[in-house]
């Protein structure tokens, strides 16, 4: 019964090569754990809000492809001829009934399964993942529109393969999973490789920790048509290296909002159409409750990060910052650097793609 706690990865920067290891696509998607029981089916997230009212059409191409007792884990994704949508997917999210009947029938997501925790009584956690993998295999009925078994695959050339042809898809790397592994929730015992990539940018703002010691995340942007847009932040720095960033930013808070090229954002913020571009700080339901305040810095520092996605121009996640790059000029950091893989065909694996 729920809730359960979906099994991690933890991240390596090499695909692993062990003899033996199964290997999956990794689904650039939302994590849930299906539980049906009859004609009753909960759609479980990976932070235990359920998903059932957000994805309501998916219910009955579950309950037609699942056994009638299981637990089933895997990934929603929303899938276009363009590869898989997470801006769509995010969307769905919404607390209005009606816009969320409104979003299915124009962005139907799908379901993508890859493990299998219980069968009718059967808790299957302790047994090892291929042997688990079998029993999906011989229950999922793949048939069904919308739902699907993951590939898997022994080779790490095809992984490799997978990991590049489909980045342009929307896959978010490639997984990796010792065969005699069990089920084990919340830990990370399996391994992920992700793509990344690095970028100059503009360091235009910062915000300070949470805690008051140092910066907490470094404000960036990259230039566009004349306009610098916030792209995105560098995070995830160590309470030493926090201190020694408040101390070298120090020099370019001075007189910094004078011509600052996000100084409106505060009314950008109240009426989004009274500034060009994108700003730091702008309220979004994704943000209620945050604390948005920044302190600007004169946009002459350039710093590369490393990120892994671009979603509607902007880094999916918090990027790293690699170094500072004192050769570079601000107006150098442009949009045009960042890689933009072609789209990959996925009809292998969705044949919905074809009849949108």
Avoid at 160 to 167: A, G, H, M, N, Q
Avoid at 222 to 232: E, K, Q, S
């Amino acid at each position: 019964m729920p809730p359960v706690r979906p099994m991690l990865a933890k991240l390596v920067r090499e695909l692993p090569r062990s003899p033996g290891l199964r290997y999956e696509p990794k689904w650039d998607g939302f994590r849930c754990i299906v539980f049906r029981d009859g004609a009753d089916i909960e759609l479980g997230s990976r932070n235990d809000r359920p998903l059932t009212r957000y994805f309501s059409e998916l219910l009955a191409p579950l309950a037609d492809a699942l056994p009638e007792r299981c637990v089933v884990d895997g990934e929603i994704v929303v899938v276009t001829a363009e590869g898989l949508d997470f801006d769509a997917l995010q969307n769905r999210l919404h607390p209005a009934a009606s816009r969320v009947r409104k979003l299915a029938a124009e962005t139907p997501a799908s379901f993508v399964a890859f493990d299998v925790l219980a069968l009718d009584d059967r808790d299957l956690t302790e047994e090892p993942f291929v042997r688990r993998r079998e029993l999906l295999e011989s229950v999922l009925d793949t048939a069904r529109a919308r739902v699907h078994l993951t590939p898997l695959t022994d080779d790490p050339d095809v992984a490799r393969d997978w990991f590049t042809r489909f980045e342009g898809a929307g896959f978010d790397g490639v997984m990796a999973k010792d065969p005699d592994l069990p089920y084990e929730q919340d830990r990370r015992t399996m391994w992920k490789v992700k793509h990344e990539r690095t970028a100059d940018c503009v360091v235009a703002g910062f915000r300070w920790h949470k805690d008051g010691r140092g910066v907490g995340s470094l404000l960036l942007g990259l230039h566009a048509g004349g306009v610098l847009h916030h792209v995105g932040v560098a995070s995830g720095f160590s309470v030493e290296r926090r201190g020694e960033l408040a101390a070298e930013l120090r020099p370019l808070r001075a007189g910094a909002l004078a011509a600052h090229p996000w100084r409106n954002w505060a009314e950008a913020a109240r009426d989004p159409g009274a500034a060009a571009g994108r700003m730091p700080g702008g309220p979004s339901r994704w943000s209620a409750g945050k604390d948005l305040t920044w302190e600007p810095l004169r946009p002459e520092l350039v710093a590369e990060v490393r990120y892994d996605h671009v979603q509607a121009g902007r880094f999916r996640h918090s990027a790293r910052l690699v170094r500072f790059r004192p050769d570079r000029t601000p107006e150098s950091c442009t949009y045009a650097q960042l890689e933009e893989a072609a789209p990959a065909e996925l009809t292998a694996f969705f044949d919905e793609v074809g009849s949108r």
